[in-house]
């Protein structure tokens, strides 16, 4: 699994960075931080163009390339 196909929104990627980075001191990065972060591992990915720059804006739009490849949970047992 990688970050193209794990998560169908890039807002979950930025979530995940702002409480889980850096190991030794999760929580601690400010949000120009967690952007970049996200920015890189985005165009790493090549979800985005390495120029894009991502911002409160610009996250939200960025089209996951799995995004349509998630199903809901039919389980209502889980949904009480």
């Known amino acids: 699994m990688t970050v193209e196909s794990y998560w169908p ?3 979950t ?3 995940y960075i702002r409480r889980a980075m850096p190991f030794q001191a999760p929580g601690s ?4 931080e967690i952007y970049a ?7 790493e990915g090549n979800v985005i163009d390495k120029t894009m720059v ?3 804006q610009t996250l939200p739009r960025v089209q996951m390339p799995n995004r ?3 199903i809901a949970d039919p389980r209502p047992e889980f949904f009480r």
Do not use: K, Q
Not at 29 to 32: K, P, Q, T, V
């Open 29 to 32: 990065l400010n949000a120009d």
């Open 68 to 70: 349509d490849g998630f």
């Open 9 to 11: 929104y890039a807002t």
């Open 54 to 56: 991502l911002d409160a």
């Open 13 to 15: 990627l930025f979530d």
């Open 37 to 43: 972060v996200s920015a890189y591992i985005l165009a």
